[in-house]
């Protein structure tokens, strides 16, 4: 089994910059990715970056490329998102996943309990 903790959300202006940890437990990195997806008030989730446990290689959102920067820590068994030059409409609850990869959410198996972003303007 695996287990996922985000952290890291918080209240950011427009233009500010956080950095989200998503700490795995259990099974660890078992699955062949993590993810991390996002999910607006009365809005739909979706995908935010991904990257592959083996090679270490990285796929973005139209919408944050440029300023997100998904990577991993093997030793701590961890995940992060740096997110950087953050808009209003980043804001939303953030969930790191685990699983197949891609970035579709059906290929996720492993949830986080979420972590709110609020970006002001």
């Known amino acids: 089994q695996v287990q996922l903790v985000e952290s890291g959300g918080g209240l950011v202006q427009a233009g500010g910059s956080l950095r989200l940890s998503c700490a795995a437990s259990?099974?660890?990195?078992?699955?062949?990715?993590m993810g991390w997806f996002r999910q607006a008030p009365g809005k739909e989730r979706e995908f935010v970056a991904g990257?592959?446990?083996?090679?270490?290689?990285?796929y973005y959102a139209d919408s944050v490329k440029g300023r997100f920067t998904i990577s991993r820590d093997a030793a701590k068994n961890t995940a992060f998102l740096q997110m950087n030059s953050l808009k209003p409409e980043d804001t939303a609850v953030y969930y790191c996943?685990?699983?197949?990869?891609?970035?579709?959410?059906?290929?996720?198996?492993?949830w986080g309990q979420g972590t709110q972003v609020t970006v002001s303007s």
């Open positions: 996943a685990a699983g197949d990869g891609g970035k579709h959410g059906s290929s996720y198996y492993h």
């Open positions: 990257i592959r446990w083996s090679g270490g290689s990285t």
């Open positions: 259990g099974r660890t990195f078992l699955s062949s990715a």
